[in-house]
């Protein structure tokens, strides 16, 4: 059995990201694989690729938002993610919370924090780019915002974002969530099957 890197490139802003990272857990499971979390800047990463978000391109089709909101809505029904809410903020500037990830995980605080900032946009609907909010909801997890602050100021994790979201759109990447099985690339939440089965291949 041959190892594989598998990893889920990720901006809290997308509520696919939060979805897929709800279900990774049993994909991981499963396989016996661990998602390695690539943090980078959706923001920044639009504009390499001179993308945009589903809900500016759509906004002119509402047949399609529609159709959309169907399939968001039968995958959170498969999957059972009944705490799964809009924002009713988003979209959110993720910039704070993209940096604090960096940070978390210099500071060892990677998952808890990923859970934590992920429940509070996509469970709560908080306004998560509001410093005072987002201390407030990362002390209540039981973290340390001053410490994760002060490190995600730091010009080493700033520019480690910077590095991460560019090599993304190098990689071919182009928004989130996005997954690497090996060097193949998967776009979207309902591309986890394949993924999976990539992972399965790519082991054997």
């Given at each position: 059995?041959?190892?594989?890197?598998?990893?889920?490139?990720?901006?809290?802003?997308?509520?696919?990201?939060?979805?897929?990272?709800?279900?990774?857990?049993?994909?991981e499971a499963?396989?016996?694989?661990?998602?390695?979390?690539?943090?980078?800047?959706?923001?920044?990463?639009?504009?390499?690729?001179?993308?945009?978000?589903?809900a500016e391109?759509?906004?002119?089709?509402?047949?399609?938002?529609?159709?959309?909101?169907?399939?968001?809505?039968?995958?959170?029904?498969?999957?059972?993610?009944?705490?799964?809410?809009?924002?009713?903020?988003?979209p959110v500037?993720?910039?704070?919370?993209?940096?604090?990830?960096?940070?978390?995980?210099?500071?060892?605080?990677?998952?808890?924090?990923?859970?934590?900032?992920?429940?509070?946009?996509?469970?709560?609907?908080?306004?998560?780019?509001?410093?005072?909010?987002?201390?407030?909801?990362?002390?209540?997890?039981?973290?340390?915002?001053?410490?994760?602050?002060?490190?995600?100021?730091?010009?080493?994790?700033?520019?480690?974002?910077?590095?991460?979201?560019?090599?993304?759109?190098?990689?071919?990447?182009?928004?989130?969530?996005?997954?690497?099985?090996?060097?193949?690339?998967?776009?979207?939440?309902?591309?986890?099957?394949?993924?999976?089965?990539?992972?399965?291949?790519?082991?054997?």
């Open positions: 059995m041959s190892d594989v890197t598998v990893q889920f490139l990720f901006d809290f802003g997308s509520p696919n990201a939060y979805l897929s990272h709800k279900v990774l857990p049993g994909i499963r396989t016996g694989v661990r998602f390695e979390y690539v943090p980078v800047l959706l923001g920044g990463l639009f504009k390499l690729a001179n993308n945009r978000s589903p391109s759509n906004a002119g089709i509402p047949t399609k938002r529609a159709y959309e909101q169907r399939e968001m809505d039968r995958f959170v029904h498969k999957h059972g993610l009944s705490k799964f809410a809009h924002n009713p903020h988003f500037n993720t910039l704070a919370l993209m940096r604090g990830a960096v940070a978390a995980r210099r500071l060892g605080c990677f998952e808890p924090y990923v859970d934590a900032v992920y429940a509070s946009m996509w469970e709560r609907g908080q306004k998560m780019d509001d410093p005072q909010v987002i201390a407030a909801e990362l002390h209540a997890a039981g973290l340390d915002p001053a410490a994760l602050l002060a490190t995600s100021q730091e010009p080493e994790v700033k520019n480690a974002l910077l590095l991460s979201t560019q090599d993304a759109f190098a990689r071919g990447a182009f928004g989130s969530p996005i997954f690497f099985v090996g060097d193949e690339m998967f776009f979207g939440k309902d591309r986890l099957r394949e993924v999976e089965e990539e992972i399965v291949r790519a082991r054997g």
